[in-house]
T-cell receptor, first 111, second 114 residues
């Protein structure tokens, strides 16, 4: 299983762009990279998933370099409600659903 | 309906009790998961069911017993738990396709073992 490493915490201000990087040096060929957001006492919520290059949806972008050993979640123009823990998850269903969450990055958005 | 529901929301049980956690989804997902999450830690995978069959048991103690009665339901039976088993128990579901899987999580059951 790929081990993931993320910064423990990050601070930002409202309206700024936030980039959170996840390192996954031993990612396997079939593995996908998925990011989740979690608020206290709630289940994680899917944000975005990618395999390579760049993926964008209505809430975030995910940048994955060619070697796939890291990935960067980009949140444009954050607001106070984006204060949460963000997890990257690396895995593939072809590994029978096995995957490992990173330790998570606590993002605090200040006014 | 993109919701995973879990009951109960909170559960307090003694070490000699037997209780069950319930999870339900109606998204047609054929994979369902149980995770355990301690405070300020990431979720830890416990069990995975695919097509109603147990496919992964991450060396979980036998006092936790999962059950998948049908494709929409997932139960976790609890017996003779220890205080260190107190945690947030999360259920998730996903489609099974290619290698990717987007997991939908329920709100969790907050379990306290006294």
């Amino acid at each position: 299983l790929a081990k993931t490493t993320q910064p423990i915490s990050m601070d930002s201000y409202e309206g700024q762009e936030v980039n959170i990087t996840c390192s996954h040096n031993n990612i396997a060929t079939n593995d996908y990279i998925t990011w989740y957001q979690q608020f206290p006492s709630q289940g994680p919520r899917f944000i975005i998933q990618g395999y390579k290059t760049k993926v964008t949806n209505e809430v975030a972008s995910l940048f994955i370099p060619a070697d796939r050993k890291s990935s960067t979640l980009s949140l444009p123009r954050v607001s106070l409600s984006d204060t949460a823990v963000y997890y990257c998850l690396v895995g593939a269903w072809t590994n029978a659903g096995k995957s490992t969450f990173g330790d998570g990055t606590t993002l605090t958005v200040k006014p | 309906d993109t919701e995973v529901t879990q009951t109960p929301k909170h559960l307090v049980m003694g070490m000699t009790n037997k209780k069950s956690l319930k999870c339900e989804q109606h998204m047609g997902h054929r994979a369902m998961y149980w995770y355990k999450q301690k405070a300020k830690k990431p979720p830890e995978l416990m069990f995975v069911y695919s097509y109603e069959k147990l496919s992964i048991n991450e060396s979980v103690p036998s006092r936790f017993s999962p059950e998948c009665p049908n494709s929409s339901l997932l139960n976790l039976h609890l017996h003779a738990l220890q205080p260190e088993d107190s945690a947030l128990y999360l259920c998730a579901s996903s489609q099974i396709r290619d290698s990717s899987y987007e997991q939908y999580f329920g709100p969790g059951t907050r379990l306290t073992v006294t």
